[in-house]
Nanobody, 114 residues
């Protein structure tokens, strides 16, 4: 069973940056897309960004221009560079990988203080 492990979360002041990583425990083949979602306390999980097998990217409006998603295919790893962080970015961030099935990581906490 392939597992996804996120890292890079933490506490940062508003305006700061963090880089999240999500690595698979084994290489995943035939990946359709790799992405990031987040869930703030009391809210539903929401889409943040994803990157397709062809390299196309999509972003939630709330993070456009601040976050950048990238991937390393041979390592089955996806990254999320988060700049100009705001308190409203505080959430648990989850990575998701889709093939014919989907994989989810356990999440990493990002806390942005004002």
């Amino acid at each position: 069973q392939v597992q996804l492990v996120e890292s890079g979360g933490g506490l940062v002041q508003a305006g700061g940056s963090l880089r999240l990583s999500c690595a698979a425990s084994a290489r995943i083949f035939s990946i359709n897309a790799m992405g990031w979602y987040r869930q703030a306390p009391g809210k539903q999980r929401e889409f943040v960004a994803d990157i397709t097998s062809g390299g196309g990217t999509n972003y939630a409006d709330s993070v456009k221009g601040r976050f950048t998603i990238s991937r390393d295919n041979p390592k089955s790893t996806v990254y999320l560079q988060m700049n100009s962080l705001k308190p409203e970015d505080t959430a648990v961030y989850y990575c998701r990988v889709t093939t014919s099935i989907e994989y989810w990581g356990q999440g990493t906490q990002v806390t942005v203080s004002s």
